[in-house]
């Protein structure tokens, strides 16, 4: 099977463009290696793939440790240079993880979004489309649940109420796949994330920035005073599932309904799932067991809640157990404790 993973330089398609790569699938790797966050840590997941700087733009080079796994940098939004890359490796499957991400940078920048979460994003449709793609899997959101307080949240029920253009942009990008879905025939998975964390982690998300704060002996921000929830799920686990996705490609549901429509699925082929780890922590518990893995004790600043935050996530992933045979079950404070070293590592600390 040859794949296509957008965002290999981000957290989860480094680790799972890996993943099919050690199965033995040939994986190309697509990222423009922008500068959202700390370059070096997109570096890194680079160098450790097997691809040393510099990285030349539009120009496809195979791994040194990896000979299945190949990396070019491009821009989603040059359709030339998708098209050029399509016709090329002829893909049997594509996972989508590229995008612009950041609930709260989305505030303050939202023509990023916009240029790759939705030009970018139908110019990925687009070459699935002409190319023969068999299966379009891309990650979605938790935040699509936006003013959904029914929990756990479910694929089932209505998120017509996000409250950020980032997680406008992933409905969209939900909403776009089942077009093509309906359209053309284009089997697509999205898949909505629940805080995802672990080694290798992102460098805007809680645990990187708690950790480097309390290392360095800085203050931490603890928004809504601490009163929130998250469903952590650690990155193996995200990866774990998503391979199950990919390799399945969803059918058109038969008992489907538009008198009552349910947002999941469809006639076509088309899904969506939650992959959640189905426990959701409060947030001051997570931040006790991070300073018992670092042995040092955070100091808070408490503060309001963010706009574009919600106090609570929480996954139910009934679909993805009876449809896959699987639920991520990491626990906390294992996770932390990888990512802790990991992270000592990393940055010799």
């Not at 080079?61 to 939004?77: A, M, R, V």
């Not at 391979?243 to 549901?253: C, E, L, T």
């Not at 294992?334 to 070293?341: A, D, P």
Request: charged share 20%.
């Amino acid at each position: 099977m040859k794949i296509l993973i957008t965002g290999t330089a981000g957290f989860i398609g480094f680790k799972l463009a890996l993943a099919f790569a050690r199965r033995g699938d040939q994986v190309v790797g697509l990222d423009n290696i922008n500068d959202y966050y700390d370059i070096r840590v997109k570096h890194g997941r680079l160098e450790h793939s097997g691809f040393p700087p510099p990285y030349e733009y539009g120009r496809l080079t195979w791994s040194e440790k990896y000979p299945e796994l190949g990396f070019i940098k491009l821009n989603l939004e040059d359709r030339q240079g998708l098209e050029k890359l399509f016709k090329e490796q002829k893909f049997d499957r594509v996972c989508n993880l590229a995008a612009q991400a950041g609930v709260r940078y989305s505030l303050t920048n939202p023509q990023a979004y916009v240029d790759s979460n939705l030009v970018g994003y139908v110019n990925l449709l687009e070459c699935c489309r002409h190319n023969n793609v068999q299966h379009f899997v891309f990650a979605s959101s938790s935040s699509v649940y936006g003013l959904n307080e029914t929990q756990p949240f479910s694929t089932h029920d209505n998120v017509d109420h996000p409250i950020s253009l980032y997680a406008a942009t992933k409905k969209s990008n939900e909403l776009m796949a089942h077009t093509y879905a309906h359209l053309y025939g284009l089997p697509s998975t999205g898949l909505r994330f629940f805080t995802v964390y672990g080694p290798w982690g992102r460098p805007d998300m809680a645990l990187f920035l708690f950790t480097k704060a309390i290392l360095e002996d800085q203050p931490i921000n603890v928004f809504n005073h601490g009163r929130m929830q998250r469903d952590f799920t650690y990155i193996d686990d995200i990866v774990e599932g998503v391979i199950r996705v990919v390799d399945k490609a969803p059918q058109g549901n038969p008992d489907w309904s538009g008198l009552d429509p349910d947002p999941s699925s469809s006639r076509a082929p088309y899904k969506i799932y939650n992959i959640g780890n189905n426990n959701p922590v409060e947030l001051m518990d997570f931040i006790t067991t991070l300073e018992q893995v670092l042995g040092k004790k955070a100091r808070k600043n408490l503060l309001p809640m963010q706009p574009g935050d919600v106090p609570s996530t929480y996954a139910d992933v009934q679909d993805l157990v009876q449809d896959l045979g699987y639920k991520p079950e990491t626990p906390v404070k294992e996770g932390i404790m990888e990512f802790v070293g990991w992270y000592r590592d990393f940055f010799k600390v």
